[in-house]
């Protein structure tokens, strides 16, 4: 169920409401008795759930020009990984 939030006219009370969406709006103040509004709420954040998003699900090259944001690009990195795995070996 939705949280709603509303404000009293007279006193100025905050105050949250869980209802549903066929709830009708609240019409007075639990604090001191007079009419209230439903205000626009700060909402929820976005929830990320899991690991590495922010590794997997953005790019590590620039799409442009194949640049990594080292300046190195994909090609230049594979050699060097090829190379760096022969030298390893003894080759």
Same mark, same amino acid.
């Given at each position: 169920?939705?949280?709603?939030?509303?404000?009293? %006219?007279?006193? /100025?009370?905050? !105050?949250?409401? +869980?209802?549903?969406?066929?709830?009708?709006?609240? &019409? $007075?103040?639990?604090?001191?008795?007079?009419?209230?509004?439903?205000?626009?709420? %700060?909402?929820? /954040?976005?929830? !990320?759930?899991? +690991?590495?998003?922010?590794?997997?699900?953005?790019? &590590? $090259?620039?799409?442009?020009?194949?640049?990594?944001?080292?300046?190195?690009?994909?090609?230049?990195?594979?050699?060097?990984?090829?190379?760096?795995?022969?030298a390893a070996s003894g080759d």
């Amino acid at each position: 169920m939705p949280l709603y939030e509303y404000r009293c %006219r007279s006193c /100025g009370a905050r !105050f949250e409401v +869980s209802q549903a969406f066929t709830d009708e709006p609240l &019409s $007075t103040c639990h604090v001191c008795g007079g009419t209230v509004k439903r205000v626009v709420g %700060r909402g929820t /954040g976005v929830i !990320f759930k899991g +690991s590495g998003f922010y590794v997997t699900d953005t790019r &590590s $090259t620039n799409s442009a020009n194949g640049k990594s944001s080292s300046g190195e690009s994909a090609a230049e990195k594979k050699s060097e990984s090829a190379a760096e795995k022969a030298a390893a070996s003894g080759d």
